[in-house]
Nanobody
C-alpha cells in the first residue's frame, strides 16, 4: 500500500486548508485511516482518525472543533479539513493506514505511512 498526502502549504492564521491522502497499490479489505503531525523539534502526534465505515472519528483535543476527517473508501481517498488554523498547527502532516476497521490514536497501530505534507501557518 502506498499513501500519498497532499494539500499542504502556507496559510495565514484563521485560514483553512484541506489535506488529501490517496491510497494505491494492494489495499486492505478494510482499514482505518489516521492523520498525525510532527512539528519542528517535536515528536509525531495524533491529530485525527476515522474508522473504515466512517461512523467513528476521533480527534486530538488541540484540533477538536476545527478539523474534520472524512473519507471515500470507494475512491481510496481521505481528507483532513482544517479550519481556523493557528501558528501552532504548523507541522508536517502524515496520513497513515492500519489493517482492520477500527480507528486508533496510536501511531504504532498503523501499518503504512505517507510521505507527509508541510503545513505552515503564519501569524
Amino acid at each position: 500500500v502506498q499513501l500519498q498526502a497532499s494539500g499542504g502549504g502556507l496559510v495565514q492564521a484563521g485560514g483553512s486548508l484541506r489535506l488529501s491522502c490517496a491510497a494505491s497499490g494492494r489495499t486492505f479489505s478494510r482499514y482505518a485511516v489516521g492523520w498525525f503531525r510532527q512539528a519542528p523539534g517535536k515528536e509525531r502526534v495524533f491529530v485525527a482518525a476515522i474508522s473504515w465505515s466512517g461512523d467513528s472519528t476521533g480527534y486530538a483535543d488541540s484540533v477538536k472543533g476545527r478539523f474534520t476527517i472524512s473519507g471515500d473508501n470507494a475512491k481510496n481517498v481521505w481528507y483532513l479539513e482544517m479550519r481556523r488554523l493557528k501558528p501552532e498547527d504548523t507541522a508536517v502532516y502524515y496520513c497513515a493506514a492500519k489493517s482492520g476497521p477500527t480507528r486508533s490514536d496510536q501511531a504504532g497501530s498503523y501499518d503504512y505511512w505517507g510521505q507527509g505534507t508541510l503545513v505552515t501557518v503564519s501569524s
